[in-house]
């Protein structure tokens, strides 16, 4: 039932851009598709749209080929924001919506609703141009909802947003799912997913790093951290010696440790208590998916492997 | 949803767009003026003619044995129609205005001080010929001079036959022309001989078509490849890719701008016709009711405007195809004037061959140019051309279409291919093994 990817391949000339990706998505689920740079995330998005062709693989929703849907069932926000430029803000949002068979007049009070709730009711007649980048992403956003698809794919849908327009648009994921949508997006920005997706894949150079619903994904790695603050933090040679335990992040307000697969954080805690000193803190979590990714996959590369060149390739 | 209505929805938003512009606005009523100003030119200039140089010419006559008044005929013969081919009637008019004077020496004055161009005397000689001088300031090579002296043998003429006893009645059927005509050698044979007036502007008619066609296309299939581009180039294409597909995008695209075309042929067509139609009215108030009328184009008959239409339609179709998968290809403007340079070449040579053809260049009735005729990228310039020569018979025009039709779904297909993988291709621009490929596997 779920957007299953199985045994992607794909490759540009020289350059193997997915070597037998696999993952799924469940149904009304906010799915992170983490990677760097050119890992293959937008060729992915696009195999998964029907817009490129897969060398090798399927992409199926519910059990059928995602090209034999309705063009309506998705909704897509690509990583280069595509407005026209000369074209009045409603009026594009009017035209997108309708190639998606909404009828005029719907698409129009919708787009106005829209618009309202991104605070952006005053650039409706506006040319797109003249609006800034954060701006006419949110218009991106809702050219890419204003059909109510059922599956969302979205390339990076938080970059050039200030806080407060992140804080907007993570409302309207959120309640998407809410009413049953699927939203799939690729960021390389860890903690927006950390916080927002229900599970997560991580990829890198075209293959299939992790998956799974980001609570396991985090646990994967078998180690837990524990964030610690006592009295007396001046000496913390103890707690190198106690066994499975390394600090990691010696600090000011607290120290923070991972206790490995074998060891238990409530030695830790005994521990402490047993040198007299009063815990001020303890706390017991997960690592955080930046932990895990750079495990993992090594630092993130900010090297330019763009993807939108990457399909460049065929010209060869 | 249905193919149709992203066709018409793509289509929608191009026509709109492009109609709502200013270049497109300015573009087209400048256009409009100039045509109607074309159309009404003969009046303009007859209008100025008649009022601005008026040439007063004052004559005297010094013999009182004239048997017919010489102002009434130098009238005529100075201010005879030029007779130049097209020429509107009335267009060709001298401006002089004759009148007598009873006094020679204060004409001559009023010549000096300017009331007078010109004054002529005629006076008798004693061996009974007439005598002509024309006291003037003017060369006397000049016009007025030269039109003069041709009256003035007239008028000597006229003079001598009257004096052998020829009545002037018995002049005038002297004087009818002689029937003479230009026939064409074949037997029932007849359609107007080559360089006849009839034949001159028909064939001028074709000329001007086959110019608005090669305009049309070359013009508008430029715009369809750029608006193509910009897609590209703002990346709108990713997004609406993935609403339609690229045969719809395509499709409303070259029906967008083809009508936009329509919308600016067509006003350019109905104001010219209209002002073609309403010149005599006009010339009537302007120039006061003796002016003549004037006539639609010699040739323009219904069946030429069906011709040109579906002509022009049908190879505006054909080009705009390929020019939108030409556009495809590359993601910046500047990379366009490149891309489309095949489709450029093969309207300009089908262009030129028809310019030839019309004008004579090239033998319109040889054999190679009937199979030329047919041929799908050059027949919409050069069968209107041989239409109006009268050379096309019905097969050929019905061939050519089939023809025509049939390379535009070929055209469909393949450019619907390249233009289905082109347009997710960024940065170099593909060699033509690519194209080829692409055309092949389509995506």
Known sequence: MSLAITNLKKRFGDVQALD???????????????????????????????????????????????????????????????????????????????????????????????????????????????????????????????????????????????????????????????????????????DMAEELCDSVAIIDRGRLVTEGPTREVKRSAGRQVVRLATSDDHDLSWLDELPHVKVTRPGRDYTELHVDADGDPQTVLRAAMGRGESVLQFEVADPSLEEIFVERVGAIDTTERTLAAAPAEVAR | MSDIANVITVARREFLTRIRTRTFVFGTVLLLAGVVAIAFVPIIVQYLEGNGTEEKVAVWVGTPDLATDPVPTLDALLNAPTGMPGAVPGAGAGGFAVSSVPDLGSAREAVTAGTYVAVLGIERDQGGELEFTLYTNERATGRTSQLVQQASNAVTIADRLERLGVTPADQASLFAPASYEVAWPEPGRTDPPEGSLEAGSSYLLGFGMTILIFMMIVLYGNWVAASVVEEKSSRVMEVILNAATPFQLMAGK??????????????????????????????????????????????????????????????????????????????????????????????????????????????????????????????????????????????????????????????????????????????????????????????
């Open chain 1, 20 to 190: 037998g990706i696999s993952f799924s998505v469940a149904p009304g689920e906010v799915f992170g598709f983490l990677g760097a740079n050119g890992a293959g995330k937008t060729t992915t998005m696009r195999i998964a749209l029907g817009l490129l062709r897969a060398d090798e693989g399927s992409v199926t929703w519910q059990d059928r080929p995602t090209r034999s849907w309705p063009r309506r069932t998705w909704g897509y926000l690509p990583e280069e924001r595509g407005l026209y430029g000369r074209m009045p803000v409603l009026d594009q949002l009017v035209f997108y919506a309708s190639l998606y068979g909404v009828p005029r007049d719907r698409a129009r009070r919708d787009a106005l609703h829209w618009l309202a709730r991104f605070r952006i009711s005053e650039y409706a007649d506006r040319r797109a141009e003249t609006l800034s980048k954060g701006n006419q992403q949110k218009v991106q956003f809702i050219a890419t909802i204003l059909h109510d698809p059922d599956v969302v794919l979205m390339d990076e849908p938080f970059a050039a947003l200030d806080p407060v327009n992140v804080a907007l648009l993570k409302a309207a994921v959120l309640e998407m799912r809410d009413r049953g949508r699927t939203l799939v997006f690729s960021t390389h920005q860890l």
């Open chain 2, 254 to 443: 070259v029906l967008g701008v083809g009508s936009v075309a329509l919308v600016q042929f067509g006003a350019i067509l109905v104001a010219g016709v209209a002002a073609l139609l309403l010149q005599g009215r006009v010339a009537e108030l302007v120039l006061g009711p003796a002016a003549g009328g004037v006539d639609l184009p010699e040739g323009l008959t219904i069946g030429m405007l069906l011709a040109f239409v579906a002509y022009g339609v049908l190879g505006f179709l054909l080009y705009a195809v390929l020019y939108a998968a030409a556009g495809s290809l590359v993601s910046r403007q500047e990379d366009v004037a490149q891309v489309v340079m095949p489709m450029a070449l093969l309207s300009t040579a089908g262009y030129i061959i028809a310019v030839y053809a019309s004008t004579g260049l090239l033998d319109i009735r040889a054999g190679w140019m009937v199979l030329l005729a047919l041929v799908p990228f050059i027949s919409p310039f050069l069968i209107l051309s041989r239409i109006v020569a009268g050379e096309v018979a019905p097969w050929e025009i019905a061939a050519s279409l089939v023809l025509l039709v049939g390379a535009i779904v070929v055209a469909l297909w393949i450019a619907a291919r390249i233009y289905a993988a082109g347009v997710l291709i960024y940065g170099q621009r593909p060699s033509l093994r690519t194209i080829w490929r692409l055309a092949r596997t389509g995506m």
